[in-house]
């Protein structure tokens, strides 16, 4: 017996499918919402199995098609009879549509091999891909910037990464992806009146992400491109859980991908999972779909401190993560040695490596200044040591001693 929920929309076809549903042996009609809301509020409550709605509801779309079936619910939609409605609700996650003139076969689509569908439902687990992300080749690197609070150089890290990688002629898309407001168009120079993080978020929610991603990006040179983050805090709140994850599986298919990310993966645990996004989900997001993270923190006594709780959080709440330690800031006033930090970090969980980059507050000013790139402001120690790193992750030269 297949739980159905009806939204009702004023269409002259909800009386008939009403009918044929509830005629229908194996089918029962458990209520009908009024809106998106009260359908998504019925859902959580776990007792439907299927959700008909209208094509063109509205409301209706990628993020709502998501969060049912993390509620377990499969969407089978009616269209009217036009190729638009129909390939709209395919974009958006819907594989069941049903012609509005053809209404006395949605039973049979309701009822028609539930449990495939909902096993293979995307969600915001580490290894989901959303539905239009999954019918593409997966082909660039995803890398994710991180580190603990105190401002370790994340963005600045972040930055000099992405560019390096576009110096060497491969196409790199940096992504600024902080929840508690990014700093990579400020730092870039990039005056950005709509964020690109938001309207490519927007992109993934109406099913356009494919065919309008070179929208949401600004070109700052032949292979560098930057979706800009926030524009203030508190707007963290519209960016839908899966949005970054869709983002970042069309931007690889065709580049390098560079997450900057915020400090924090701590969770709400009062928090109603998929009905609204976490602030910090935005970060353990960029975590999960990061093919190796790069965790940043300072090389003084409370930096290290902190950069050794990161580590054993990452084990902590990712399956396997592949963590590359990058020790930022470092100075002979210090009196460590290089072995003596790695002795210090040694211990805290599973890394592929810990690499060194020197304080080099010149060169890094240059670049703030002049809303450039570390690489586009000239050779300094900083930008050599960003470019051993840049080796050392794609196996060139001498692995890190541990």
């Known amino acids: 017996m297949i739980v159905t929920l009806l939204v009702s ?61 993390q509620y377990g619910v499969r969407a ?81 890290l972040a930055t000099a990464l992405a560019a390096e990688l576009a110096r060497r002629r491969l196409t790199t898309v940096l992504v600024d992806a902080d929840p508690y407001g990014g700093a990579v168009a400020q730092q870039l120079g990039v005056l950005d009146e709509v964020s690109g993080l938001l309207s490519a978020a927007r992109l993934v929610a109406s099913g356009s992400i494919d065919e309008r991603f070179a929208t949401v990006q600004r070109r700052l040179s032949d292979h560098l ?20 994850a869709a983002i970042v599986a069309r931007a690889r298919t065709e580049a390098q991908v560079v997450i900057d990310t915020g400090f924090s993966l701590e969770q709400d645990p009062a928090a109603d999972v998929g009905v609204r996004p976490e602030r910090n989900g935005l970060t353990l997001e960029s975590l999960q779909t990061a093919d190796e993270i790069l965790l940043v923190g300072s090389a003084d006594p409370v930096g290290l401190a902190r950069l050794a709780r990161a580590v ?3 084990h902590e709440v990712l399956p396997a993560p592949v963590l590359r330690l990058v020790v930022n800031r470092m100075r002979p006033t210090l009196g460590w040695r290089e072995s003596d930090v790695v002795a210090m970090l040694d211990g805290f969980g599973r890394t592929v490596g810990v690499h060194f980059l020197p304080d ?42 541990r």
């Open 9 to 69: 929309t004023g269409g002259a076809w909800e009386s008939r499918a009403l009918a044929t549903l509830t005629e229908h042996p194996g089918v029962v009609v458990l209520k009908r919402c009024v809106d998106i809301d009260d359908l998504l509020a019925t859902a959580s409550a776990g007792q439907a199995q299927v959700a008909v709605l209208g094509a063109e509801l509205s409301g209706l779309d990628g993020t709502v098609v998501d969060q049912l079936r």
């Open 76 to 156: 089978v939609a009616v269209a009217p009879d036009d190729d638009v409605a129909r390939a709209r609700a395919h974009r958006i996650g819907i594989d069941a549509v049903v012609a509005a003139d053809r209404i006395d076969e949605l039973a049979d689509a309701v009822v028609r091999d539930p449990g495939p569908a909902l096993a293979a439902a995307p969600t915001v687990a580490p290894s989901a891909t959303p539905p239009a992300a999954g019918r593409s080749r997966l082909s660039g690197r995803v890398i994710a910037v991180w580190g603990p609070g105190g401002a370790p150089g994340r963005t600045t």
């Open 225 to 244: 491109l930057v979706i800009t983050g926030l524009p203030r805090p508190d707007r963290w709140v519209e960016v839908r859980p899966g949005a970054l």
């Open 312 to 314: 054993a959080e990452a």
């Open 360 to 401: 080099d507050q010149p060169a890094v000013d240059r670049a703030l200044v002049a809303g450039r790139t570390l690489v586009e402001s000239g050779e300094s120690p900083l930008t050599k040591a960003v470019a051993g790193l840049v080796d050392a992750m794609a196996g060139v030269g001498e692995a890190p001693t």
